[in-house]
């Protein structure tokens, strides 16, 4: 016996009187030492166009524009809880899709080989507009994908069809043809891009955001997607200009006001109830409650915001049904949505 494994002998009767075990990397799954470049095929950088790389840099004048009118937000949505100008300084904006602050899709128990796998063939068993078969992964701007069952696949993909699941089933979205929509807090464009690629007779889709860098990188995604003309970008220092010539039907909000302040909630929700936007639907950070609970990321209760300017839930389902997929699926949560009283 070498010394290692005699020193893992000992330290095994020991931590067994605590309840835990010593192994060997050797004898242990990959997914199981959180692994997950070793266990499967990641592709984590796609090419980028010399075009996107020109483009997508931090001295570029649009950016610097994004920047200059959000100096101007109102002071209550300023203060960041979450995006600091440290943290949105921190990703590579050419792979604006990667594992980053946008969405995450490493680094967690629940975001290895096996989520996406279980993920993967939830979505296959349950996918009622055949959503799988319309929207197409090609792991552009270094989106990590996995080939799954002949699908190349993503967290963007999978999140994005059971969020728009989630809203047919409640709204009939794939029936209605003139929905108006606003995506408040909409990232890089993720949904966005989904839903105008999922429905072309959708109208414009509005992405808002107080990010210079999202509403940066969402208006070149969705123009590089090639939805020119069917979408705007709604800086927050022009919404209330908006809504003199806007009517919005529908507002959606997904894992934005997590990482946000109860002041910077209670701004949004107060200017949609005033307007009568009368649908809104929310997916929250999971944190320790996988999302059942309408908390901000410091544990601070957002749901009295809502009840005090008249929305009332008129759903939440868990974002997998199926209890040991919602368990072990790839970044449980729940879907709300909340409906204006008259």
Not at 68 to 73: E, V
Not at 219 to 247: N, V
């Amino acid at each position: 016996m070498t010394i290692s494994a005699s020193m893992a002998r000992q330290m095994d009767r020991v931590t067994r009187r605590l309840g835990y075990r010593v192994f060997p990397d050797s004898l242990l799954h990959p997914t199981q030492i959180g692994e997950l470049e070793a266990s499967c095929d990641v592709d984590a950088r796609a090419d980028i166009s010399q075009e996107a790389l020109d483009y997508l840099d931090r001295g570029n004048s649009r950016l610097l524009e994004f920047r200059k009118m959000y100096a101007d937000l109102d002071p209550e949505l300023k203060t960041p809880l979450v995006w600091t100008k440290e943290f949105t300084a921190a990703p590579d904006l050419t792979n604006f899709r990667g594992n980053n602050m946008w969405v995450h899709q490493l680094g967690s128990h629940e975001l290895q080989e096996r989520s996406y796998l279980l993920s993967t063939y939830y979505v296959l068993a349950n996918d009622r507009l055949g959503l799988m078969r319309k929207l197409k992964e090609d792991g552009a701007f270094g989106a990590i994908t996995l080939d799954i069952a002949g699908i190349r696949v993503s967290r963007d993909l999978l999140d994005s069809i059971l969020e728009i699941d989630f809203l047919d089933r409640h709204l009939e979205l794939a029936s209605r043809q003139n929905l108006r929509i606003l995506d408040i807090g909409a990232g890089y464009g993720r949904l966005a891009h989904r839903m105008l690629e999922a429905f072309p007779s959708l109208p414009t889709y509005r992405c808002a955001d107080v990010i210079a860098e999202s509403s940066f990188v969402c208006e070149y995604y969705l123009q590089s997607r090639g939805h020119r003309g069917r979408f705007e970008i709604a800086p927050a220092t022009e919404i209330d200009r908006m809504w003199k010539s806007e009517t919005i039907d529908l507002a959606i909000n997904i894992h934005s006001f997590s990482e946000c302040t109860l002041q910077a909630v209670a701004w949004w929700i107060n200017r949609l109830a005033s307007n009568g936007v009368k649908h809104l639907m929310i997916v929250p950070n999971a944190g320790n409650h996988c999302g059942q609970l309408l908390e901000n990321n410091v544990g601070e209760n957002m749901a009295p915001i809502f009840e005090d300017c008249g929305y009332r839930t008129i759903a939440r389902d868990l974002k997998f049904s199926d209890p040991k997929v919602q368990k072990f699926g790839l970044n449980p949560t729940c879907h709300w949505l909340f409906e204006l009283q008259s």
